[in-house]
Antibody, heavy 117, light 110 residues
């Protein structure tokens, strides 16, 4: 059974940092491009970042470029998102997932990040 | 990286067909057959319904179909059912090696 478990969310002050984790099982993590997607409360889906299977290539949305860093540990089947200089507009549920056929075919339940003073 | 444009809402009676449009640009929808569609009922995670414009993952009813013409992709739900009521999002790969989602469409079954 495929499982994605996001963690690390919580309440943080503007300008603060958080590190999200995504523990995976049930599929070949080390062969998969992986992504982060977020959804602000009551709003739509927004693509955030992706990383190649071996970690050699990363991409970011303009809104997070220079502040967020995606990484992975293939030995632990775990994906990470280091988020620095957080802003109120980063408040959202963050989902991780693998890429298949240039689509997001498996979704976890997400982890909530709230940026507020 | 502007969001792809979708109508805010569409509605139909049970058994009818509805179509949701997803308009992008030559740098995303128009350049790649890498458009996907997602269904998201309230309070749940999204679910992949269509990938690479026209392909359905295993388990998705054949009532759901996708197409593309130029810079606009479309999702059609035929034989609308009460369980289809949800938010729907399109997504496309882009020339910047990134992805972009649509603005989202609420489907209401009357």
């Amino acid at each position: 059974e495929v499982q994605l478990v996001e963690s690390g969310g919580g309440l943080v002050q503007p300008g603060g940092s958080l590190r999200l984790s995504c523990a995976t099982s049930g599929f070949t993590f080390s062969s998969s491009w992986m992504h982060w997607v977020r959804q602000a409360p009551g709003k739509g889906l927004v693509w955030v970042s992706r990383i190649k299977s071996d970690g050699s290539i990363t991409s970011y949305a303009d809104s997070v470029k220079g502040r967020f860093t995606i990484s992975r540990d293939n030995a632990k089947n775990t994906l990470y998102l280091q988020m620095n200089s957080l802003r109120a507009e980063d408040t959202a549920v963050y989902y991780c997932g693998p890429q298949g056929h240039y689509a997001f075919d498996i979704w976890g339940q997400g982890t909530m990040v709230t940026v507020s003073s | 990286q502007s969001a792809l444009t979708q109508p805010p809402s569409v509605s139909g009676s049970p058994g009818q067909s509805v179509t949701i449009s997803c308009t992008g640009a030559s740098s995303d929808v128009g350049s790649y057959n890498r458009v996907s569609w997602y269904q998201q009922p309230p309070g749940t995670a999204p679910k992949l319904m269509i990938y690479e414009v026209t392909n359905r993952p295993s388990g998705v009813p054949d009532r759901f179909s996708g197409s593309k013409s130029g810079n606009t992709a479309s999702l059609t739900i035929s034989g609308l059912q009460a369980e289809d009521e949800a938010d729907y999002y399109c997504s496309s790969y882009t020339s910047n090696s990134t992805f972009v989602f649509g603005t989202g469409t609420k489907v209401t079954v009357l």
